[in-house]
């Protein structure tokens, strides 16, 4: 923390006004389920983007970040262009342009980052730094904006000024996520419920396995599957996916035109009755019978939704194989992290088997660490 706001004095040679951080996110479960009305469940990470930021009456917006090479982006808050591709500095000036967008006087600031969560992973580095903006913004222009609002114009900062057709999880996550809890989210109302997850109470742990592989294959996948899912709802005469019932699952599945459609259905409709499931487990103190939940539905982006790949397959068997409770991809796929979740007791064998499963396939070893829930996006000083 401290560093960046030394990292800030040094770049524009005087105080932030202060300093806010927001963090990464895996997702328990709920996977592909958000941009179609559905559950997801994710936690927030220790992992944060932090931002050190003054107001500047001018309109100019500095914008700098540590962990990139190059100079400090200038831009104009008052001409800020959506899809002009200003690489990772679009992120934060997309949050102001979705700002003024929906009628915010946010006017300049300079602005200096760091984070540690890592890019690319699956662990929504993006939506951190976005958040982490809108929340400093926020205070410094004193918006009546809460945390789900923030999440909201974030998203559309990341759909409509960079180009990334996501949906709202990642955003929601990082802004509104609580510590030792995991957020049990309705991406069609958007309705939030905090659900305790206390893993060290139970004797277990949740691991995030970061495959560091990322496949060029998904970006279009990820568009590919939308529409996909799109297709389903069109065919079922719903407006969303989340409208079909679990129970109306088979039927429906029969109306459908061709496979692809039917494995996306398929894997909808299954992973938002996951996620009430999970939800049900954890209520009931159940939490080592959330384990085979994540495995099944880790078979299901792998087979129905054909989201995963040999990495993270490897990861999931290994895991499993050498006694966790359970396992799965979690993000968009392609690449990216998995989680495990583990007796405490047996973590070290997790992680062995994993290092010597990917040496023996020739891989580079996998990063792993612990996910703690932590806190959402906050101020810092
Ligand atoms: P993910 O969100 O899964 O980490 P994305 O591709 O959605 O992956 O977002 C990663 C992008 O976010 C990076 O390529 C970069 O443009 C931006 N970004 C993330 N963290 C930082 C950072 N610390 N400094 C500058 N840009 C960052
Ligand atoms: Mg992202």
């Not at 202060?18 to 559905?38: C, H, K, M, Q, S």
Request: with cysteine; glycine share 10%; net charge negative.
């Amino acid at each position: 923390m401290s560093e960046v706001a030394a990292g800030f004095r040094e770049l524009y040679g005087y105080e932030p006004d202060g300093v806010w951080a927001a963090p990464g996110r895996v997702n328990l479960i709920g996977e592909y389920t958000d941009f179609n009305e559905g559950f997801v469940m994710p936690l927030a990470l220790p992992h944060t983007a932090v931002v050190a930021v003054a107001r500047r009456a001018d309109g100019v917006l500095r914008l700098h970040s540590a962990d990139i090479e190059g100079p400090v982006v200038e831009l104009r808050s008052d001409a800020l262009a959506p899809l002009s591709g200003a690489g990772w500095a679009a992120y934060p000036a997309g949050v102001v342009w979705a700002l003024r967008e929906a009628g915010h006087a946010v006017g300049g600031a300079d602005v200096h980052l760091a984070s540690t969560v890592p890019t690319g992973a699956g662990l929504s580095s993006s939506a951190a730094l976005e958040v982490v903006t809108a929340l400093a913004l926020r205070d410094l222009y004193e918006l009546p904006l809460s945390a789900g609002e923030l999440a909201a114009l974030a998203q559309r900062a990341e759909n409509a000024f960079v180009g990334v057709p996501c949906g709202i999880m990642d955003q929601t996550a990082s802004a509104c996520c609580v510590e030792g809890q995991v957020l049990h989210l309705d991406a069609r109302d958007l309705s939030r419920r905090q659900i305790p997850f206390d893993l060290p109470a139970h004797g277990l742990r949740l691991l995030v396995v970061d495959t560091r592989v990322q496949h060029a294959l998904g970006d279009g996948a990820y568009a590919e599957r939308r529409a996909g899912c799109e297709r389903g709802a069109r065919e079922l005469g719903v407006r969303t996916l989340r409208e079909v019932p679990h129970a109306r699952l088979a039927d429906a599945l029969r109306e459908l035109s061709s496979p692809v459609v039917r494995g996306c259905v398929r894997h909808v409709v299954n992973e938002n009755a996951r996620v009430e499931r999970v939800a049900a487990l954890l209520a009931a103190g159940d939490v080592r019978g959330v384990g085979p939940v994540l495995t099944e539905g880790h078979a299901s982006l792998r087979d129905d939704l054909r989201v995963s790949c040999a990495e993270l397959d490897l990861v999931v068997e290994t895991a499993v194989s050498a006694g966790a409770l359970g396992a799965r991809m979690t993000g968009g796929g392609f690449g990216g992290s998995a989680i495990v979740l583990v007796e405490e007791a047996g973590a070290d064998r997790v992680a062995k088997a994993l290092a010597v499963a990917f040496e023996t396939a020739g891989l580079a070893a996998p990063r792993l660490f612990e996910a703690t829930p932590s806190p959402g996006a906050r101020r810092m000083r």
